[in-house]
């Protein structure tokens, strides 16, 4: 299996990293990332898919914005939403219950959406400073 195209890592940009930090543990840690490193700037989270699938390393990493500027607005320029792959529709609901005990942002709760591919099952939702996520099993 080919890696190349992977994705390697994104850096997401929020106003106090050490703040977004408890989401990311929470969230990053019930998919399988572990907490990597951080610093009073940023934080790094890493997922290795040669124990699960193929082979390749993805890291999500945290750094501290420029500027405090409000929630950040999917239709700027810039992040849409990030997407991570779930294992199934159960583990949706696991990381669904996550995100409510938490107190989590869910911008919409579990629920399959037929209009993006035949079984597309999914909860979306948002980190603190706005960034919307999205969980998705795809059959």
């Known amino acids: 299996m080919s890696e190349r195209g992977g994705v390697h890592h994104v850096d997401l940009s929020v106003r106090d990293p050490q703040a977004s930090r408890p989401f990311y543990e929470a969230v990053l840690g019930f ?13 790094g989270f890493e997922f290795d898919m040669a124990a699960n699938v193929g082979g390749y390393h993805v890291s999500i990493g945290l750094v501290r914005a420029l ?31 996550l995100l409510k005990r938490i107190g989590a942002n869910v911008l919409d709760a579990p629920a399959e959406y ?23 099993f795809k059959p």
Do not use: C
């Not at 998919?31 to 934080?43: R, S, W």
């Open 31 to 43: 998919m399988g990332y572990e907490d990597a490193h951080a610093t009073p700037d940023g934080a």
């Open 114 to 136: 037929p209009q993006y591919s035949a079984g597309y099952y999914a909860v979306f939702f948002t980190d603190p400073d706005g960034l919307k996520l999205e969980f998705v």
């Open 67 to 97: 500027s405090g500027a409000p929630d950040h607005n999917k239709r700027h320029p810039g992040l849409h939403h990030l997407a991570f792959r779930a294992e199934s529709r159960a583990d949706i609901d696991a990381l669904y219950a």
